[in-house]
């Protein structure tokens, strides 16, 4: 069975930068055709999209409120998807969850087969 975990959250200041991790395990993972996705969520709120990166890691994807401040990147060979995240604001406060798709593309619309537990990200102002 596969399992995703993520990392790296915590409470910081605006303007501070975190780096989240997600990191596969288990199963048949095979991380060479994995698309990623990291998504985010506040109470009483749907969980919104944040970033995406395809499969093949030619195509990379934003939510325009994170643009120019996050970056998703990937490591195959360590079965791991990252966030950089830059110059937070107190509307980054969230729990932030990664995801992954075979074969996925960057669309935001894609629907992930594998979900992490997430991780609390809180931007105090």
């Known amino acids: 069975q596969v399992h995703l975990v993520e990392s790296g959250g915590g409470l910081v200041q605006a303007g501070a930068s975190l780096r989240l991790s997600c990191a596969a395990s288990?199963?048949?993972?095979?991380?060479?055709?994995?698309?990623w996705g990291w998504f985010r969520q506040t109470p009483g709120k749907e969980r919104e999209f944040v970033a995406a990166i395809s499969w093949r890691g030619d195509s990379t994807n934003y939510a325009d409120s994170v643009k120019g401040r996050f970056t998703i990147s990937r490591d195959n060979a360590e079965k791991m998807v990252y966030l950089q995240m830059n110059s937070l604001k107190p509307e980054d406060t969230a729990v932030y969850y990664c995801?992954?798709?075979?074969?996925?593309?960057?669309?935001?619309?894609?629907?992930?087969?594998?979900w992490g537990q997430g991780t609390q990200v809180t931007v105090s102002s």
């Open positions: 995801a992954a798709k075979p074969f996925a593309s960057s669309r935001p619309s894609d629907q992930y087969n594998y």
């Open positions: 288990g199963g048949t993972f095979n991380a060479n055709v994995m698309g």
